[in-house]
């Protein structure tokens, strides 16, 4: 049988990958492989709801980096739900192109959330803090 290393300690590129994703959120309304321009009223919604979905997944992935955290992980799994959610309660789900990268950015956010609180579930406080990175 494999020995799951890999997923039971929480690793520095996790998060350096979490503040990546989050870049990537902030500037996925300008992706240049988008089928079709969004209507003006659609994207006065859409930019500012996408670039503070990026701007608080980097932010909870940069804490992380120095001190751990649950609280963060189950807020990047919250933030990635909204994400992916976001194409249909913001009615801007026709521009296909968009709602797949949304969906896969916060697919993505989701999964590295849960990964993070899996491996962090049962460590201590004390061992939280003195996470090495």
Request: net charge negative.
């Amino acid at each position: 049988m494999s020995d799951f290393r890999f997923f039971k300690s929480h690793r520095a590129w996790e998060d350096w990958f979490g503040m990546l994703i989050g870049v990537l959120i902030v500037v996925s309304p300008w992706f240049p492989v988008q089928a079709q321009e969004t209507v003006d009223a659609e994207r006065s919604v859409m930019i500012p709801n996408t670039f503070v979905v990026g701007m608080l997944v980097f932010g909870l992935a940069q804490p992380a980096y120095v001190a751990l955290q649950r609280w963060e992980e189950v807020g990047e799994i919250a933030l990635g739900l909204w994400l992916i959610a976001s194409p249909f309660i913001f009615g801007y789900s026709g521009d296909a192109m968009l709602q797949v990268w949304h969906a896969t950015l916060g697919g993505i956010v989701v999964l590295l959330g849960a990964l993070q609180l899996w491996q962090d579930w049962n460590l201590s406080d004390q061992e939280l803090a003195n996470h090495p990175q």
